[in-house]
């Protein structure tokens, strides 16, 4: 896991000022404290900005644009961001309607994000997005992380803001996507935080990792490595188990990439995916394939399913131009 | 008992527990980021050490407030370099302190104020002692100091704490964790010790440190 | 390098079928022979159809859609396909202006592609993508390999034959475009092909392979691994010194993953270009960063410089709606 | 010498080289992969065995066909199962012989339109010998075939084609490759067997063999 770097510490900012530059038509990026928001920010919708550690691209900043967020807040690698960054992100984009954050289940985002709307002035609501059904914690204190749904989250609600929904709708939209989706992951192998000397997930060949975090962390238990789709059946089935049968209502399926398998390996999983709820009756009505919450170079993939209503399809449908995400009008 | 330090020494015996501590996180990176990478994202020692290097690098200008202030600034300092789970926390207890810190500093005084600043903390994290968290080691520590500051010496009350944090530490090896990241892993989380706790612990020993030396007191290493 | 697959040999078409059924609004695959074609042809504009080996995904199939390829036709994991596929790909979508074979110059692709033009019943041209300047060959009987420059070519020869160009001049925009771009690679690690049991480039960590190829194969030399400031520099000399120095005329700049190197990593790659380049007043006029022309999960990156002409920048920049590059009305 | 074959066994003898060619592929398609690897890009073993496979599962079907048309379907099942460089190449040379497969095929007639075969593949390659290629066992075989057919029994003949095909293949070691993926390593080519020469040898040594023992011919191994 060699890696390009000048002094490993500088590697968010050097990526971010790449990311900043390339997108510069699109993005700005405001380097202290360190936010990346829309060049042209609409102050008259609500302000939809998420954040949470880096080495997830292209989540958060990927998805700053048009139909999506307002302002990002990256930390650093796998390191919630600090509230002065997050005050400061949505004090440069936050409109009168108010602001909405959308943070993944974490302590550190919680407790970040927390500190910075108690210092904001200004209306403000906060989403946790937990879709991991990995985590098997019964007694559910700390409920679950979030992981790839984050970006159907960000989606929907920011859809939603662009159509100029207020701040209690996008709110409530935003929990309802959270409520419906659910997500569960596989590693093959490990990644490593650039100012570390040590892999995250040490894994011998041969092994995976399941329900894996998008850190590294580890997941349900490690296993031999099955084939596709017996991977697939078992991703499914806990979400599933967990989602309950969506029944007549259709769902969207999201084969996300964690950042170091190939996209043929990704449509390959979606495949057996589609052929495992075609058998259980289970209707796809939109689709996602690609590297989009990842975890550095980790190989390894997670499966979503979103149980979609027909304002969530249409949200989801909405145009949206951002780096990472790009369709419509 | 009298006050703790002489008033314009308040803010030099801060500057010194300020570097002990510091010392101590630059010391240990190596190890708390592997506790860290057993139960969490391998991070912690990572977190601390830019904690540290905000902190050494702002120490002139911390000398020249007045202790509370300082204590508030370094606190803040603790939130916005770290990021991260434990960044909120320990900059919670650091302005928690702060804001509170006793007119008339004395022994008891700053007992009330440290106690009330670790449930600080507690409310930040929505945790509570058990939990394998950094609580494990801060609250009791902070439970002992001031039960054994109201009935003996300063040092005896330094002692007792960093007695507490070492068990306490301890205590979160066989715990499972339900809070922080580490609760994300269940079961496996057992067998291993908290990595805030950790931190917390050796920040403890390097105030206690500092305070029985510029107490002339002697502690047990 | 564990990979999620069936039965290794099925790696492909499991793949095809997932990436089909994902983009079918967009795309139709046949199976036998194997092919990707535009679900709506137009079969009044010139076809352009490119190809080659697997493994470089989202090249070619990816790019099949409105203002790229009409169709692409993929072999087995870095083998060229053969000419019956080519063929059928050929007769599904091309009208009366004739055919542009898009092809990167390795001997298989030639052949194949030139099998295939003798069989068909109607007008070809054929452009022969070698844009990588790693190979030293003086004697250059063989010529280049083509790389990642070919998304350059397929992108303005696509734009312009969607503007109804004909044949004759569809080839030559190509020609330009391949005659203006240049390209150079680098490795820190190796590919593993489906159906191999061992990766296809061995490194030790903190080895590097530059000038690599985008199959894994060995290029100019192993050297141990160096600041990303310093490997940049190096790739973006050998770029240069035979593009030649641009001059006024900017150049569009591509920064291109391999697969298994993190977005992060791209951007400051891309960030080191750009203050190299700026400091050599070379003008960089148009960016493109990602994953592009990859080679399985091999963890590495190229960078590729183009001296845009304003007919190419006005290619370049007209709408493109594929799975793999979308922007414009 | 007369034909090499019964007019109506010509199918047959057909059938059992295919056969033996295509034990030999699958057989050694590790080797040759491993060959591939050091100069090319790993997958010469798979190619060919994908077309021993597509060979293997037609051989009824070829068997019911003429011999020049069995040839030329047998060449183009290659070209179409294969694709990379060697497909065309062994294709074209298959589609060669079919083509101008002589009406009476006798050794020096066959002799010839085996000549004309290997050119053809030079064509379709653009290469010569001395490219580092499957050609420098190819040209060299079927050039020592005729020769020695003009003067000796068949089976001298074979033995002097197996024999040039082995030496064919040592030459390519020293060789910088200037046709094919090897081409694009320079220098790092030279000391490497070339994986199609190679392949080429193993497939010429077969034929020699069925065709030997079908003639009840002798060859050295
Ligand atoms: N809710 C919480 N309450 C108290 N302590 C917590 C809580 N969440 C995390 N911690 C402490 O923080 C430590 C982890 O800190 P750190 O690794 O710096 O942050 P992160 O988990 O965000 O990577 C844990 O070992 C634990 O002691
Ligand atoms: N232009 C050429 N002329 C003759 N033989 C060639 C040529 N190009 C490649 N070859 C032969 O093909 C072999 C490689 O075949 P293979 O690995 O199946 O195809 P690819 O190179 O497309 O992966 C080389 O070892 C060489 O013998
Ligand atoms: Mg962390
Ligand atoms: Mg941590
Ligand atoms: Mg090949
Ligand atoms: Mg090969």
């Known amino acids: 896991m060699s890696k390009f770097l000048n002094e490993p510490r500088d590697a968010v900012v050097e990526g971010l000022r790449g990311f900043a530059r390339c997108h510069a038509d699109e993005v700005v990026l405001n380097e202290r404290p360190r936010f990346v928001r829309r060049r042209n920010p609409n102050r008259n919708k609500v302000g939809v900005i998420s954040g949470g550690g880096s080495g997830h691209e292209p989540l958060h900043a990927g998805y700053v644009g048009f139909g999506m967020l307002d302002a990002a807040v990256p930390g650093e690698v796998f390191s919630s961001p600090s509230p002065d960054q997050i005050l400061a992100a949505a004090q440069a984009v936050a409109g009168s309607p108010g602001v909405l954050f959308i943070v993944k289940n974490y302590s550190g985002d919680v407790m970040n994000f927390e500190m910075a709307a108690e210092m904001f002035d200004g209306e403000t609501r906060r989403v946790l997005v937990e879709d991991d059904v990995a985590v098997e914690n019964s007694t559910y204190t700390v409920g679950r992380r979030g992981v790839a749904g984050t970006l159907v989250v960000e989606k929907i609600a920011g859809a939603a803001a662009e159509q100029g929904a207020d701040l209690e709708t996008c709110a409530r939209l935003a929990e309802e996507a959270i409520a419906r989706t659910r997500t569960m992951g596989v590693a093959l192998g490990g990644c490593r935080v650039p100012t570390a000397d040590r892999p995250n997930l040490e894994m011998a060949p041969g092994e995976m990792e399941l329900g894996v975090g998008i850190h590294g962390e580890p997941g349900r238990r490690r296993v031999p490595l099955q084939k596709a789709d017996a991977i697939v059946s078992e991703l499914l089935d806990a979400v599933l188990q967990d989602l309950g049968t969506p029944g007549d209502e259709p769902v969207l399926l999201f084969v996300n990439g964690f950042g170091g398998t190939p996209l043929m390996e990704l449509y390959l999983l979606y495949d057996a995916a589609c052929r495992i709820l075609d058998e259980r009756k289970v209707k796809i009505c939109r689709s996602l394939v690609g590297n989009y919450v990842t975890s550095l170079e980790m190989p390894g993939a997670s499966v979503t399913l979103t149980r979609m209503s027909d304002p969530m399809l249409t949200l989801w449908d909405a145009p949206v131009r951002t780096p990472g995400l790009r369709w419509g009008g | ?221």
Request: proline share 4%; net charge negative; charged share 20%.
């Open chain 2, 1 to 221: 008992m009298g006050r703790m330090s002489p008033p314009d020494g308040d803010i030099a015996v801060f500057l010194h527990c300020l570097q002990a501590v510091c010392g101590e996180l630059l010391a240990n990176e190596a190890e708390l980021s592997a506790l860290d990478r057993a139960i969490g994202d391998g991070d912690h020692g990572a977190n601390l050490c830019r904690a540290a290097h905000a902190l050494l690098e702002a120490a002139d200008d911390l000398s020249s407030l007045p202790l509370p202030k300082a204590l508030e600034r370094a606190g803040m300092l603790v939130v916005t370099s770290v990021g991260g789970a434990s960044g909120p926390l320990y900059g919670t207890m650091l302005m928690a302190l702060g804001r509170a810190w006793p007119q008339d500093a004395t022994a008891g005084a700053v007992a009330d104020v440290l106690e009330q600043a670790m449930e600080a903390v507690g409310r930040r994290g929505r945790s509570t002692v058990g939990e394998k968290t950094m609580l494990d080691v801060l609250v009791p520590a902070a439970r002992a100091f001031r039960e054994s500051v109201a009935s003996g010496s300063l040092g005896a009350a330094l002692q007792a704490m960093v007695d507490a944090a070492d068990s306490g530490l301890a205590a979160t090896r066989p715990m499972r964790a339900t809070k922080g990241r580490a609760a994300y892993v269940g079961e496996r989380s057992i067998g291993h010790l908290d990595p805030g706790a950790a931190s917390a612990r050796l920040c403890l020993r390097a105030v206690a440190r500092v305070l029985c030396e510029s107490g002339s007191k002697e502690l047990r290493s």
